[in-house]
């Protein structure tokens, strides 16, 4: 289960709203790349895992996501506060207030909703993991290309912070994919020697098909 | 930045911190120096809480707080996304 803290992860106080500026941020919430698909990819994934560290970084991961949907929305509420009907027609925001008004929806800077299509569980530990290494990288490409969009320091200091720790992430789960190279290594090693009943590798990659 | 907010800065700093070398922990479960800097930074958040509450009230309303008054006060403003001015 989960027990929700009352609080950001790291603050998020815009001064300016800007609903240019949201229509772009939301898609780290709802777009391909973003923190709903990512919470989401990491917390399903886990239950085809066999070993428990990769059980541990996927629960803590797909956690601190969620914290990320949060600031993420918290952006994108503040960032479309007070807005008059001039503002959202000149800045485009119109086409997602018609459908939304200003409450938060999972959707793509383009305007495409949240779909699981973003997402894989494939129930192998190295096919996840290496969807899980790209999906970081891919996370930390749309926070860039984000920060080289807006400039208000206000809305930067969060995505910088958030970028950072796809960088993390990304780290964590190359330690991951390094616990379970070691293991298979150690596996061979044995089976070699002949301590192991276990036949191919790919009984090794899922325990439910041992 | 007045004193309130230096010291909730300085918890959530020591928070972070935590969650960092708990990620650590989940790949590197053995890591003595990890498990060493986990207490002492559970130890830190335990001190720099207890500062703080002292001198404004409560860090954060959770729902375990028994409310000190006849209402439920855990759905008191602000909420996290809300604007803190």
């Known amino acids: ?210 | 930045m007045n004193e309130k907010c230096m010291m909730k800065k300085s918890i959530d700093s020591i928070c972070f911190s935590i969650l960092e070398t708990e990620l650590f922990l989940d790949t590197h479960p053995r890591d003595q120096k990890a498990l060493h800097m986990l207490r002492e930074y559970r130890r830190r958040k335990r001190e720099a809480i207890a500062a703080y509450e002292a001198k404004f009230g409560k860090y954060i309303v959770t729902t375990d707080d028994v409310p000190a008054s006849d209402r439920w006060c855990w759905i008191d403003s602000p909420w996290p996304w809300e604007r803190q001015v």
């Open chain 1, 1 to 210: 289960m989960w027990k929700y803290e009352k609080k950001l992860q790291y603050p998020v106080n815009i001064k300016n709203p800007n609903p240019k500026y949201a229509k772009i941020i939301i898609s780290q919430y709802g777009g391909p790349d973003g923190e709903l698909g990512a919470s989401m990819r990491y917390l399903t994934q886990r239950y085809g895992m066999p070993y428990n560290e990769v059980k541990g970084i996927l629960t803590d991961v797909g956690t601190e996501e969620l914290a990320h949907l949060e600031m993420i929305c918290a952006m994108v509420y503040q960032l479309t506060r007070n807005l008059t009907p001039e503002q959202i027609k000149a800045s485009g925001f119109d086409t997602y207030f018609v459908d939304h008004t200003a409450s938060v929806y999972p959707v793509a800077a383009s305007g495409l909703p949240w779909r699981a299509e973003y997402i894989q569980s494939k129930g192998d530990i190295i096919a996840d993991l290496h969807e899980d290494l790209g999906a970081e990288q891919k996370a930390r490409v749309t926070y860039d290309n984000l920060i080289r969009l807006i400039d208000d320091p206000d809305i930067l200091d969060p995505l910088k912070f958030l970028r950072q720790r796809e960088i993390v992430h990304y780290q964590r789960f190359g330690d991951a994919k390094h616990t379970h190279s070691n293991r298979f290594i150690y596996k061979v090693h044995n089976q070699k020697k002949g301590l192991s009943k276990h036949g191919s590798p790919l009984c090794f990659y899922s325990s439910s098909l041992l």
